[in-house]
């Protein structure tokens, strides 16, 4: 059985008038790692998943910095504590920034070049669905 919960990663943005995220790296690793321990002390098998990519057309964050370039550190974070705990991943940003190397106009996938419309949600549940095969069952 598969037990479903979000956490969305509202510390990380940089809002204008500001030069850092709220949240460190590290600390949102740790709290990745405590998120972890207290599903699996409460018998649910976690699963991690990455935050879609910024799309390219997005606006620079409060730092004057494209954001996905901050998320992707983050991102990278999730990856290493999926990879450090054996946690199952979906890596959706990974999947985007593919995509967009192969030349998908990822806004096109986006309500605002962040939140993903009706296509961009149909690559997420695809790629969830190739993440974890017995999900779709």
Do not use: F
């Not at 983050?74 to 593919?98: I, T």
Request: charged residues 25%; aromatic residues 6%; negative net charge.
């Amino acid at each position: 059985d598969y037990k479903v919960t979000g956490v969305q990663t509202c510390a990380l943005p940089i809002y204008p008038g500001r030069s850092e995220p709220r949240l460190t790296r590290e600390a949102y690793a740790a709290n990745l790692e405590a998120i972890v321990a207290a599903l699996r002390a409460a018998g649910v098998t976690p699963i991690l998943m990455t935050e879609p990519a910024w799309a390219q057309g997005a606006a620079p964050d409060g730092s004057g910095a494209h954001p996905d370039d901050r998320l992707g550190d983050y991102m990278k974070a999730c990856r290493d504590v999926a990879a450090r705990l054996d946690v199952p991943l979906v890596d959706h940003h990974a999947r985007w920034r593919a995509a967009a190397a192969d030349g998908q106009d990822l806004g096109a996938w986006t309500t605002d070049q962040c939140h993903p419309n009706p296509p961009g949600h149909r690559i997420m549940a695809d790629t969830i669905l190739e993440a974890l095969p017995d999900l779709g069952r």
